[in-house]
């Protein structure tokens, strides 16, 4: 009962499979419903994937999830059309939907650690899926089982769905709840976030497992925040903002010439090789005032034959093996690498939160890693850390001022009235207002916590500042304006950045030069251009093929 | 038209939540504000002295004159019970501080004691955890004799060990956090760290503990005092009048069952109180 069923792959003739017009789904509070979609209408048919684009609170996951029913209590779904398969599915009860969920309609959720049962074997999480649905004879169920996993290429299957998420890889995990998504052959899958928390190699994989999907007819709604893998998957673009669509058309169309601002903005933010040495946001640059200090040049930071190694259960387990690199004054040292690559613990060993096993760092021409801590926090002033999660990098229990106050150097400000001036030029740097200074980090919002962790690592002064995952939690448009403050923050002050990220785009825009690390070595490296435009090692060509790409920059590709 | 790419202010994310307050909350602490009066101004509750003997009056079951009734020697029960507060009260408070000290330096130094204390320490938690606390509390009276202190000190001593494993891991927990290593790398001293990060963020959770632990640590107390290794007659700490009132079960029975229902009224309210604590401080934390 698959491809069969459905219509072709092309398919676009026959009636839509989802057909929905004029939904507005809202929130019982207080003071009445609030809605957080609006008129969101669409037609998908077999075989079609559309993709749903937006940013945090653009209402695009609230909108998913009403198109399998899982919309929450206290939500009040209203629509002039809500058609399934030719059937009204408006007033479908609790119970009707779980009927209809897995066996016509699959979710595939974003985070597969979460949404999967810990306890249970993944085999058995997928089984439970078809036992639900009438698969009465166990013998055929475990056979079906085995033959989903292999399809979505978990290999060797019958070890692997004995085993429990956490034994799992993130891709594998990933693969498990799509196996259970589409058990049933449903005639739609909606996927929400599918490929967020995976690294880009993982990440294609899952995608080409989706168009293989969508090959066999299956329409698929993809939601998310990532214009290059909706440009790999999708044929058509629905484009939310603030709860409403405000742009929608054929992927090319939309991604190679949008009509409105707000996808133009989106599009613009989305860092690589295009953007180098331009701004991301439409904000204009910030005027910074001059640094007190003159900035030392050379070499601010170099690390030669870095190895640290952890003990594990089996013995021990080298994170970094080998890695040496130099950072000069006023530039960015990106280094790049999927999880597990050492890329973290490089930083730490630049920031001497652990020491070396074997090798050494130099900071400002001076032995760094060598000395006992005692010695060194004197000098830590001159490096600086911005932490991939600003949340948790600041004492819950400290506003916003006590965060900044207790990163001033002590002797530098010594009056109130001096602390409070240079409070306000460390805000004003940053872009933020001064009443944020009476706040808790809780109550800011992603973008506003990451300003305040960077005025953090500016208060000292520092010549180098490392940063770890700096805007991997942010939004597209949100990581838009990180970024374009920490180039004028570079320019203003002459700051030497270590960059590290899992994102490729991200390091292309802001890189002169790029390490690539994978396993603990570096792999590659050269010139951010050399790295990306003509890599040499094959793990590199991979990484750089895997990156899905707009599809304008395809275009251009193409057309050179 | 640039404000489309503005974040949504987190207040608009945030989704309203606003319970009721339950009403056992509200008894419970007007039951605590009724043990506090009577720990701290007897007088107020009852005018009548806790040990005036009335032999003619011995023995008389709960009713108007005497709402507790009265025990063997005719001394009304109603105003024992109120006079025994304060001795009950201080064992079980004095009992949590000698108690959540203990854990605090014992946590702080098994979790931060470095490979010589930490060890160490963790093996006197353990012996301590594994001894039965009633031996534990037989040797210290035997020790210093029966008193009120000496409760304390016992039931603190035997409860100490649980908690300063709760310490221990929060410590851990504060020390491997992301803020203070935003800290080291800030160049803090280690004292500064442990001052102003580590210490207030891992002792937060033990202020809701604490009210837990005094409703235990009296329902500790009394036990000993029930088996004449706490407080003496003629006190009318409340173990003491349960133990006072065990020869009369048969015939009197509102002698043991009133300062027992007492008992159980206090660790309700004090745990009650102690659990709306932390989760209202859980709520403001997360």
């Known amino acids: 009962m698959s491809a069969a069923q459905h219509a072709g792959p092309t398919g676009r003739s026959g009636e839509p499979v989802l057909s929905v017009r004029g939904l507005h789904v809202g929130f019982a509070r207080r003071e009445g419903v609030r809605d957080v979609v609006h008129d969101v209408s669409f037609d998908l048919h077999p075989g079609e994937c559309l993709a749903v684009v937006g940013e945090s609170g653009s209402g695009k996951s609230v909108t998913a999830r009403t198109l399998v029913g899982l919309t929450g209590d206290g939500a009040l779904v209203r629509a002039e059309r809500l058609h399934f398969d030719g059937a009204d599915v408006r007033g479908l009860s609790a119970r009707d939907w779980r009927r209809t969920r897995g066996r016509r309609i699959g979710f595939v959720l974003q985070d597969a650690l979460v949404s999967l049962d810990p306890l249970r074997p993944v085999g058995a999480e997928v089984e439970e899926a078809l036992r639900l649905h009438g698969w009465r004879e166990r013998r055929a169920r475990r056979a079906k089982v085995l033959e989903l996993l292999t399809a979505v290429g978990v290999p060797s299957a019958r070890a692997r769905a004995r085993q429990r998420p956490d034994e799992l890889s993130g891709g594998l995990r990933q693969r498990a709840l799509i196996a259970s998504a589409i058990a049933l052959d449903p005639e739609v899958v909606v996927a929400d976030e599918p490929t967020t928390a995976l690294d880009v190699t993982v990440q294609a994989q899952v995608l080409d497992l989706l168009a293989e999907q969508k090959r066999r007819g299956v329409a698929i709604v993809l939601i998310s925040h990532d214009l290059s893998v909706v440009a790999r998957l999708a044929d058509r673009v629905l484009v939310m903002s603030g709860g409403r669509v405000v742009e929608s058309g054929p992927t090319r169309e939309v991604l190679t010439a949008p009509r409105h601002e707000y996808t133009r903005a989106l599009i613009a933010a989305v860092p690589g090789e295009h953007t180098r040495g331009e701004r991301l946001s439409p904000a204009p640059a910030a005027v910074l005032p001059r640094p007190r200090a003159e900035r030392p040049g050379g070499t601010v930071l170099e690390a030669s034959g870095l190895v640290k190694r952890y003990a594990t259960a089996e013995g021990s387990h080298t994170a970094v093996s080998g890695v040496s690199f130099s950072l000069r004054a006023g530039r960015t040292l990106g280094i790049v690498g999927e999880s597990g690559s050492g890329k973290s613990t490089t930083a730490r060993l630049a920031l001497a939160l652990t020491a070396p096993d074997e090798g050494v760092v130099n900071l400002l021409g001076r032995p760094w890693s060598q000395v006992p801590e005692a010695q060194r926090r004197e000098r830590r002033k001159e490096v600086s850390v911005v932490q991939q999660d600003p949340l948790s990098s600041f004492d819950p229990r400290w506003t916003v001022e006590r965060v900044l106050l207790d990163a001033l150097p002590p002797r530098r400000s010594r009056t109130a009235g001096e602390r409070r001036a240079r409070l306000r030029e460390l805000l004003a740097q940053v872009g933020l207002d001064e009443d944020v200074l009476a706040r808790f980090p809780l109550t800011l919002s992603g973008g506003q916590r990451q300003r305040v962790s960077i005025a953090r690592a500016l208060a000292p002064e520092p010549s180098v500042v490392v940063l770890d995952e700096a805007v991997s939690a942010l939004d597209v448009s949100v990581q838009a304006q990180v970024l374009d403050l920490l180039a004028d923050l570079q320019r203003a002050l002459g700051l030497s950045y270590l960059f590290i990220s899992h994102d490729l785009g991200v390091v292309y825009h802001v890189s002169d030069d790029v390490l690539v690390m994978k396993d603990g070595e570096v792999v590659e490296r050269g010139s951010a251009e050399d790295v990306f435009e003509r890599p040499q090692h094959p793990y590199t060509r991979e990484l750089v093929s895997a990156l899905p790409r707009l599809a304008g920059q395809r275009a251009e590709e193409e057309a050179r | ?286």
């Open chain 2, 1 to 286: 038209m640039t404000t489309l790419l503005l974040e949504p202010a987190p207040e608009a994310r945030a989704v309203r939540t606003r319970r009721p307050r339950p009403w056992g909350v509200w008894l419970a602490g007007l039951a605590a504000l009724g043990f506090g009066v009577a720990a701290a101004a007897p007088g107020l509750l009852d005018t009548t002295d806790p040990l005036a003997l009335h032999l003619d009056r011995a023995l008389q079951a709960p009713g108007p004159g005497h709402w507790f009734g009265t025990d063997e020697a005719g001394r009304d029960l109603f105003s024992r019970v109120v006079h025994g507060a304060r001795p009950s009260l201080a064992i079980g408070v004095g009992a949590s501080l000698v108690s959540l000290s203990l854990a605090v330096v014992l946590g702080t130094l098994a979790a931060l004691g470095g490979r010589v204390v930490a060890p160490v320490v963790d093996r006197v938690v353990e012996v301590l955890f594994s001894f039965p606390s009633l031996l534990l509390a037989l040797l210290l009276v035997a020790l210093l004799g029966p008193s009120a202190a000496t409760a304390a000190v016992a039931v603190g001593v035997g409860t100490a060990p649980g908690y300063a494993r709760m310490v221990r891991a929060q410590v851990l927990s504060a020390r491997g956090s992301a803020y203070v290593e935003a800290a080291v790398a800030l160049g803090h001293s280690p004292g500064r760290i442990l001052r102003r990060h580590v210490l207030p963020n891992a002792l937060r959770p033990l202020v809701a503990v604490m009210a837990l632990s005094i409703g235990q640590s009296i329902v500790w107390a009394s036990s000993l005092s029930f088996l004449g290794l706490g407080v003496a007659p003629p006190s009318s700490e409340w173990g003491a009048l349960l133990e006072a009132g065990r020869p009369y079960v048969a015939h009197a029975w509102w002698l043991t069952v009133v300062p027992g229902l007492v008992v159980v009224v206090l660790a309700l309210a004090t745990t009650t109180l102690g659990k709306h604590l932390q989760a209202v401080l859980e709520r403001s934390a997360s």
